[in-house]
């Protein structure tokens, strides 16, 4: 039975993710900051396998160890998903808070990495990491310099760490847009309802889960187009 880790797992792509990695047989080690949306999705996810809820904050480095435990004695796949994305509405770079600005790069960049170092000792030769970006890491977008500097971080921290650790496959991907509360957040008061739920982007995912697709930054909106 194959190990996961998915961060940030009450709801939205990681809970999406999580239930077809359930349904595949895997042992599953899930987190949230929520304590209440957390034992929802671990009492969905224990009909399907066994399933581990470590409730925390991926910036606490006590909770990375905990979740690095939980996984032991080996582990196949570490999906980073959780994330944070700032002050809301989206504020001009000019006036972002930089208190804010250092929380958003600690949770969306430096805790990612944190958790990495914490499982690679378990992580089988071939293992899996997946990062979870953002098109704002590449595209310059009114609004989003400080969601868009910690994804950009992230990709180049998977960039190099794929270079310096070629025996797992390490992957950062961007979903594309999805219907969730992060997404709402940055668009408050609009309707978003034409953005697609986020069970559309966890095919490709898995692809790069499943596959053997060399390391490196993937759209979800390429995977999903291509042939297997």
């Keep these: 039975m194959p ?15 999580a239930r077809e990695l359930a349904t595949r047989g895997h042992r599953l080690v899930i987190d949230a900051r929520t304590p209440a949306d957390l034992e929802a999705a671990h009492a969905e996810l224990a009909t399907l396998t066994q399933v581990t809820a470590v409730p925390g904050d991926v910036r606490d480095p006590a909770h990375r160890r905990d979740l690095a435990t939980a996984a032991s004695p ?15 509405p989206l504020p001009a770079l000019a006036d972002y808070p930089l208190d804010e600005l250092e929380d958003v790069l600690g949770a969306n960049a430096i805790a990612p990495l944190g958790l990495i170092q914490s499982a690679l000792p378990l992580m089988r030769p071939g293992a899996v990491i997946v990062n979870v970006t953002s098109d704002a890491a590449t595209e310059a ?18 960039s190099v760490l794929a270079v310096e650790r070629s025996d797992l496959r390490i992957y950062a991907v961007d979903p594309g847009d999805m219907r969730t509360r992060m997404h709402q957040d940055a668009f408050p008061g609009e309707d978003i309802s034409d953005r697609p739920p ?10 790069l889960v499943e596959g053997e697709l060399p390391s490196g ?12």
Excluded at 201 to 206: A, D, I, N, R, T
Excluded at 219 to 226: D, F, G, K, P
């Design 141 to 158: 977008y009114e609004g989003w310099g400080g969601y868009g500097a910690s994804k950009a971080a992230l990709e180049q921290l998977t």
């Design 198 to 207: 986020p069970e559309a982007s966890v095919p490709g995912v898995l692809r």
């Design 74 to 88: 080996e582990l196949d796949v570490l999906v980073n998903n959780a994330s944070v994305l700032g002050p809301s």
């Design 217 to 228: 930054r993937y759209r979800v909106s390429e995977l999903t187009a291509a042939p297997a």
């Design 3 to 17: 190990t996961s880790i998915v961060t940030g797992a009450s709801r939205g792509l990681g809970l999406a993710l």
